[in-house]
């Protein structure tokens, strides 16, 4: 097990990935429309064209993308939290497992998920890697369901240590 503090350290000289200028996630949604969501590092996050601004926690320990469509956080310190609230949202890591998809093995995949305190129908899930970054994006409302997965392998969030 590593030490947090040693983490912690390790984490202010290995930076987390912001050298992409976008990244892109794919819909897969039961409707005849595609469903393409782009975030970009200039924070712009759109939707099928419908596009928001997207910003960073103000609390430097967390990474963080908070706009009108998506609301993720998740502390910058692996397994330093289970459950944490930002933004009226509450975070719950539900399990972390090694994910084998496409032939590739990603170790430490996190299932977050995202409670809303203003509407307890809507609900995101995210998987998440501190390695890989923001791998894939559910959102459960009501009736209606949507599943986005990262076209690539450097997703939001991961460590400037990863390559396409």
Not at 35 to 48: A, G, Q, R, T
Not at 91 to 108: A, H, N, R, S
Not at 153 to 164: V, W
Request: proline letters at 2%; a neutral charge.
């Amino acid at each position: 097990m590593i030490n947090k503090r040693y983490y912690a350290i390790a984490v202010l000289f290995v930076s987390f990935h912001v050298n992409a200028s976008s990244w892109i996630y794919r819909g897969y949604i039961p409707s005849d429309e595609e469903h393409v969501l782009v975030i970009e590092s200039s924070n712009k996050i759109s939707l099928n064209h419908r596009e928001f601004t997207w910003f960073s926690c103000e609390d430097a320990s967390y990474i963080c993308l908070m706009s009108g469509l998506i609301s993720f956080s998740i502390p910058r310190i692996p397994g330093e939290k289970s459950k944490w609230t930002k933004n009226k949202v509450d975070y719950t890591v539900e399990t972390t497992k090694m994910l084998k998809v496409f032939g590739q093995t990603i170790p430490d995949v996190m299932l977050i998920k995202a409670s809303f305190q203003q509407d307890d129908k809507y609900v995101q899930e995210f998987l998440f890697s501190y390695e890989r970054g923001l791998l894939a994006i559910s959102e459960k409302a009501r009736e209606s369901k949507s599943f986005l997965l990262l076209e690539g392998i450097c997703g939001y969030g991961a460590l400037s240590t990863c390559s396409e």
